[in-house]
């Protein structure tokens, strides 16, 4: 399946195009302490996030694949709820050109394409199949659910680390094993980035959050109160080794939207053409980018 189409699929959220500075949320709370407890810092961090039943929301997504050359920013709409339905509909030029829809429903998931009047489709699991590491599994939890597997795992100040806006925590593992690395702003106590480490403690996979708001206001420059849910409008993730990246910028998101089954509907042409997801392509710019499967490794997953 081609890297351009994965990556062109997930917003998410995701994941480095402007990276996350330290333009937030405005909290009216005292700054992070960095003497406490790690892991009540990351408590209170994951706590602040609370789980939504569904989400709609429209944005701008940016998309670069170093290896290919290849870079795509488009209008992006999403929906997505908690029965495992994911949709993101993506289009060009003010709307002028459809770039791809993308629905996953469970198991299932399809891309179409318009150009090529081609929908491509497949099972969920064939991706692990294909060079380009993406879990839409992944995207639709960073939306609609705070990262509460956190809270399960000790925490501790990260070692050689001096950082100027944030507080870095390692999970407190033993020496030489894959662990995560969280990075919480100093200023407002809010994740900033997720980051999947190797054996020898280089990034994997890093997820980073911005531009956190309320729910119930959903505008910049307003306090937010200790009391209130946050959402981060900014979501991005990025594989360094892979030098990929997807950005998720929302401009508005309606938590808890009212879904329904047709907000899930390929709108696809009469003369559509129906294919394996094995046999994706993409033409979102001047050539398409053809399908590459994943060359076998024994290299153990993180």
């Not at 081609?2 to 959220?13: E, F, G, P, Q, R």
């Not at 706590?47 to 488009?74: N, W, Y």
């Not at 900033?192 to 505008?219: H, M, N, W």
């Not at 109160?225 to 401009?251: D, G, I, N």
């Amino acid at each position: 399946m081609s890297k351009t189409i994965l990556l062109a699929a997930c917003s998410v959220a995701m994941f480095i195009l402007s990276g996350c500075g330290d333009r937030s949320r405005t909290a009216s709370g005292s700054p992070v302490d960095q003497g406490a407890n790690p892991n009540v810092l990351v408590q209170e961090a994951v706590e602040t996030r609370t789980t939504l039943s569904s989400l709609a929301g429209k944005g701008v997504m940016r998309i670069v694949d170093q290896p290919t050359k290849f870079g795509l920013t488009v209008n992006a709409d999403v929906v997505a709820d908690d029965s495992s339905r994911l949709r993101i509909k993506a289009d060009k030029l003010a709307g002028a050109i459809q770039a791809f829809d993308v629905v996953m429903l469970g198991d299932d998931i399809g891309f179409y394409v318009p150009t090529q009047k081609t929908l491509y489709h497949g099972k969920v699991n064939e991706l692990q199949n294909f060079a380009f590491r993406f879990d839409p599994e992944e995207v639709l939890q960073q939306m609609l659910r705070p990262e509460t597997y956190l809270l399960a795992k000790r925490w501790r100040y990260a070692d050689d680390v001096n950082a100027k806006n944030v507080v870095v925590l390692d999970e407190d593992v033993a020496k030489g094993r894959p662990r995560l690395r969280v990075a919480i702003s100093k200023r407002h106590g809010m994740i900033t980035s997720i980051a999947q480490l190797d054996r020898e403690g280089k990034p994997v996979f890093v997820k980073r959050f911005d531009d956190y708001r309320s729910l119930s206001r959903g505008r910049r420059g307003e306090n937010v109160t200790e009391s209130e849910s946050v959402f981060p409008y900014l979501m991005a993730f990025s594989w360094p080794r892979e030098r990929r990246s997807m950005e998720m910028q929302f401009k508005q998101i309606d938590p808890n939207a009212r879904v329904y089954d047709e907000d899930f509907d390929i709108a696809a042409s009469a003369d559509t053409q129906y294919r394996p997801l094995q046999e994706a392509e993409m033409d979102i710019g001047d050539e398409p980018v053809a399908a590459r499967p994943r060359e076998p490794t024994s290299a153990a997953p993180l």
